[in-house]
């Protein structure tokens, strides 16, 4: 009974030791969302408004001359950039993207599905599957660079005009509230009128009348000018959903963790007093049985 005592003590005491590790790692990853969400609600104007302006422009029959609007059929090579995160600890966030990931390459053709991978995880389970891989990112920390997702959106742009693939889409984590976050697939390249559209009004409305912009100083100099900025600035608002997605997943898994934690230290310890009791009153037991056997 003693050695019960000792364990269950131990026990709690080791379950106490991990709900502070996982309360710790709650905090850290509540302290990065906040500010990974200011980046994200910063961001996301001027991205819708410069894709409003994309999608103005994209109205003219002359700016669909532009090599990054070429529509290259069903059949080419298909570069599918996967988002996950460099750690673990996450619950299902990472899973959830590298199935979805996996369920678009399926389906569009897995021999002509080619994976650049932006974080660990999914670098690691593209290499355990067997996934052709032409690129990994990774070390990020769950901080944002900005250096690093403009490096990112030219190397898919420069892969989309050499001819080395034939379109690029994001396979990333939306971010749509602290309770709700959802995988997405998103085509970067090649760009279409119609998605531009989608998301602007003032697009939209200007849609139903025919519209012929007069470019100065030209039109491959406005393009030249705007379309780098627009995929940019696309690649970075979806580094901010993933990352804010990310440090979401974390907090709600940790505080998950700690509750379970909390609730497993009650069980432990209702166990730890009656085990306890039940030695208090077998010593009781003893001590009484021996008296009566003296006064006998």
Not at 61 to 80: D, K, M, N, Q, V
Not at 102 to 114: D, I, L, P, Q, S
Not at 190 to 208: D, H, M, P
Request: glycine content about 6%; overall charge positive.
């Amino acid at each position: 009974m003693v050695e019960t005592l000792r364990t269950l003590r131990r026990r709690i005491r080791s379950i106490e030791n991990v709900r502070q590790i996982t309360r710790a790692m709650e905090m850290v990853s509540s302290a990065k969302l906040r500010r990974t969400l200011k980046i994200l609600q910063a961001g996301r104007p001027y991205a819708s408004k410069l894709q409003e302006l994309l999608a103005r422009l994209a109205e003219s029959e002359s700016a669909l001359a532009h090599p990054l609007f070429e529509a290259r059929g069903e059949a080419g090579r298909i570069t599918l950039v996967v988002f996950t995160s460099d750690r673990g600890l996450c619950g299902a966030f990472n899973a959830n993207l590298v199935n979805a990931a996996e369920r678009f390459a399926v389906e569009r053709g897995r021999e002509r599905t080619e994976m650049y991978c932006v974080g660990r995880k999914g670098a690691a389970h593209c290499a355990k599957r067997g996934w052709a891989v032409c690129g990994t990112m990774t070390e990020f920390s769950g901080n944002i660079d900005l250096e690093r997702s403009n490096r990112l959106a030219n190397e898919m742009k420069e892969r989309f005009l050499s001819r080395q693939t034939d379109e690029v889409d994001l396979v990333y984590s939306e971010f749509i509230s602290t309770a709700r976050i959802r995988p997405k697939v998103a085509r970067f390249l090649s760009l279409e009128r119609e998605a531009l559209l989608a998301g602007s009004e003032a697009a939209e409305a200007n849609r139903r009348v025919a519209l012929d912009y007069i470019f100065e100083p030209s039109t491959e100099e406005v393009f030249d000018s705007l379309l780098p900025r627009y995929l940019q600035a696309r690649m970075y608002i979806t580094f901010a959903e993933q990352f804010t997605s990310e440090h979401t997943a974390r907090m709600l898994a940790m505080h998950n963790a700690t509750e379970n934690c909390e609730e497993l230290k009650d069980s432990m310890t209702l166990r730890l007093n009656k085990a306890r009791q039940a030695s208090i009153t077998k010593e009781l037991l003893d001590i009484v049985g021996g008296a009566e056997a003296l006064r006998g």
